[in-house]
């Protein structure tokens, strides 16, 4: 090794230390102990009975397929919403899409918490909507808009489309508007323009908005407690309740790997389904 | 009836703002014409090509292709082919299915389209690349490329916005030669911007020159020794500007001498000058010859000087001549000035009348 090249190998180890050694104390450690526990009995014994259980009752099947689904509607729903958004800000003069940057991102500079309650005043049985929808005399009982899966999809959405956003604007900025002219001539529409054009050229945008959503989604904890209530169990609920409640930290734990490996199983599976031949192709540098 | 053309335009104006980009625009462009629109960066161009393809609209005036007021009607519906400086290839469609696309939503059979776009790729001499998609290709293929694609679908006009700009001059030179043959062949009517005037000569059957979103002229290719304005005469090729007065306005010749004593004859061309009026005075440098001694008596159109510069070129020499406050810049065929010039040296310049272009002063005294 050249004398350069050491130096370069010395200044990237000391860069690299402090955030190498945190890591390793606060989460890969504990995660290590974590996996462990997952293995072993109420005796602490190796075994296998935490998976056994988690595979022979249909319960802890039914929650993860509830998980994923409520996942995948929300990464469905950030699509829909954010999508045109997105759009809007690529075709922004930089003041506005400075000003929908900060829109979209100013109501995360609240808590989670107080921003679920404004959901509450919003959704709530007495809240705006249902108030509205009776005096106009177009229902005569309160929608139930939240503590059920709905109010659950409307509060992760919510959390999470500004990464949606982002990533998708992010990928349009980069289309020549030329291309649009060049779609135009030839004898493209706008709908044909967008669906042949624009569609194809923010995949990658959608895919890694898709990714951070689902996986932010499927972890996702304070939202589902609040807009969920106690209708709505997910892992990460059921998780908490094994470990703080019954105290059962072995079954808790092997649950958060379930929660784990089916999350990075399915991101891993989505990519490939996306990242085709020609995706590879035309998006690899 | 009066007769057809391809593509007219009448009174066009496009402002941006309160800026005028393109003033007045009347052109008619008759069938298989190719047709080049000349002039700095900045002229409006791009603008007026715009507004002929749809992209914008012109605040004024009337713009019909094939007889037909286009005002308002989308791009995609005026069955144009266009070429773009940035070649504007769709990044994630093979160069199949780039040059295909146009018939797809013409919603021509497969086998037709295949047909077709095999022709066409041809044509431009790229059939092996078919199943590439566009960054796996050089600039110059690219270019053909979108060429082959505005041409799929047989379009009543192509346009051409400064197509080869982004090349390097080598291939410029190749490629312009394959679009002048692939537009004769084909007859298509063109229309091509460029901003280069050798470009423009080459490529087209007319020359509009441009200045500030106003129309300069417009003409053949050999007008280029009747030129409209200082504008054009100074845009197109290099110049050399004297300043000076009419002493003499005879039938056929000015007599004119410069600021600097120097006496000349030019030939009229349509021009109305009365003695004492104030002209810059046009000489190319290919039209200055170089001598010696002097060779007659007659002291017009001939200057002494002291040799300053020279520069090689290539296929031509220039060298800069010291005519008294004035430099010359003179061209010779490189054989000719083959080490006889050599700086400090004294030699006489020398024009023909009809080699001097006129123009009228203003009065700021540019
Ligand atoms: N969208 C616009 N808004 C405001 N001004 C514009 C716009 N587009 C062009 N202009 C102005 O109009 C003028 C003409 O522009 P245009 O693009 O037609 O020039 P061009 O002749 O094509 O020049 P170039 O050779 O550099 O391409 C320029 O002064 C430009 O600044
Ligand atoms: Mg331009």
């Known amino acids: 090794m050249s004398e350069s090249r050491r130096r370069k190998m010395r200044t990237a180890v000391l860069l690299l230390a402090p955030a190498v050694a945190v890591l390793l104390g606060v989460f890969v450690l504990p995660m290590l102990y974590i996996l462990l526990m997952s293995f072993q009995n109420k005796q602490e014994h190796i075994s296998l009975v935490n998976y056994a259980t988690l595979v022979q009752d249909p319960y802890y099947l039914q929650v993860l397929w509830r998980t994923i689904k409520l996942s995948l509607l929300t990464v469905l729903a950030c699509l829909v919403f954010g999508y045109p958004v997105a759009m809007y800000m690529a075709q922004a003069s930089s003041k506005m899409r400075g000003i929908v940057t900060f829109l979209i991102i100013a109501p995360h500079l609240v808590s989670v918490v107080i921003r679920n309650f404004g959901w509450v005043i919003l959704l709530g049985e007495k809240g705006l909507i249902n108030n509205v929808l009776m005096q106009a005399g177009l229902i005569d009982k309160p929608l139930r808009l939240m503590y059920n899966e709905l109010g659950v999809v409307i509060g992760l959405t919510d959390s999470f489309m500004v990464y949606m956003v982002l990533a998708i604007a992010t990928s349009m900025y980069q289309i020549d508007v030329s291309l649009y002219k060049a779609a135009g001539i030839l004898g493209a529409g706008k709908l044909r323009t967008f669906l042949n054009v624009v569609v194809p050229m923010t995949l990658p945008g959608m895919l890694a908005g898709s990714t951070l959503v689902f996986s932010l989604s499927m972890s996702s904890f304070v939202t589902l407690a609040l807009m969920g209530g106690t209708s709505v169990k997910v892992l990460p609920v059921i998780a908490y309740e094994k470990i703080m409640t019954e105290l059962n930290w072995q079954l808790g734990a092997s649950i958060s790997f379930l929660l784990l490996f089916s999350t990075v199983a399915l991101v891993t599976l989505f990519t490939r389904l996306v990242e085709t031949k020609r995706y590879k192709e035309v998006f690899s540098s | ?366």
Not at chain 2, 3 to 11: A, G, M, P, T
Not at chain 2, 277 to 291: F, G, N, Q, T
Not at chain 2, 299 to 308: C, F, H, I, L, P
């Open chain 2, 1 to 366: 009836m009066s007769k057809s053309f391809d593509v007219e335009l009448i009174n066009v104006q496009k402002k941006f703002g309160t800026n005028v980009v393109v003033d007045d625009f009347n052109l008619q462009i008759e069938q298989g014409e190719c047709v080049s629109f000349l002039g700095p960066s900045g002229c409006g161009k791009t603008t007026t090509l715009n507004m002929i393809a749809g992209f914008l609209e012109p605040d004024r005036g009337d713009l019909l292709i094939k007889g037909k007021r286009m005002n308002g009607t989308p791009s995609n519906k005026r069955d144009l082919g266009m070429v773009f400086q940035t070649y504007s290839l769709f990044p994630h469609m093979t160069i199949f299915e780039n040059v295909a696309y146009g018939l797809k939503l013409r919603k021509v059979s497969k086998a037709e389209t295949k047909r077709r776009v095999d022709k066409v790729l041809d044509l431009v001499k790229l059939p092996h690349v078919a199943e590439r998609y566009p960054k796996q290709l050089s600039g110059g293929q690219r270019q053909r490329i979108a060429i082959a694609r505005a041409l799929v679908t047989e379009p009543t006009l192509l346009l051409l916005d400064e197509p080869l700009s982004n090349l390097d001059a080598k291939l410029r030179e190749e490629l312009r030669e394959e679009i002048k043959r692939l537009q004769r062949d084909i007859g298509v009517t063109t229309i091509f911007v460029t901003h280069d005037q050798e470009e423009a000569l080459y490529m087209s059957n007319r020359i509009v020159v441009l200045d500030h979103g106003k129309v300069e002229q417009i003409g053949t290719p050999w007008d280029n020794n009747r030129p409209a304005s200082e504008f054009v005469h100074t845009f197109i090729g290099k110049s050399n500007r004297l300043t000076g007065v009419v002493e003499r306005v005879l039938d056929h010749t000015l007599e004119l001498k410069t600021d600097t004593g120097i006496s000349l004859r030019a030939v009229r061309r349509n021009d109305c000058f009365a003695a004492g009026d104030k002209v810059s005075i046009y000489m190319r440098p290919e039209s200055i010859a170089l001598h010696v001694e002097q060779r007659h008596s007659a002291a017009t159109n001939v200057a002494k000087g002291t040799v300053k510069l020279t520069s090689f070129l290539g296929a031509y020499s220039e060298c800069e001549i010291d005519i008294g406050q004035t430099v010359l810049t003179v061209r010779l065929q490189s054989v000719e000035q083959d080490g006889w010039l050599s700086p400090g040296m004294h030699v006489y310049t020398e024009w023909k009348p009809e080699d001097v272009f006129v123009f009228a002063r203003k009065e700021n005294g540019r």
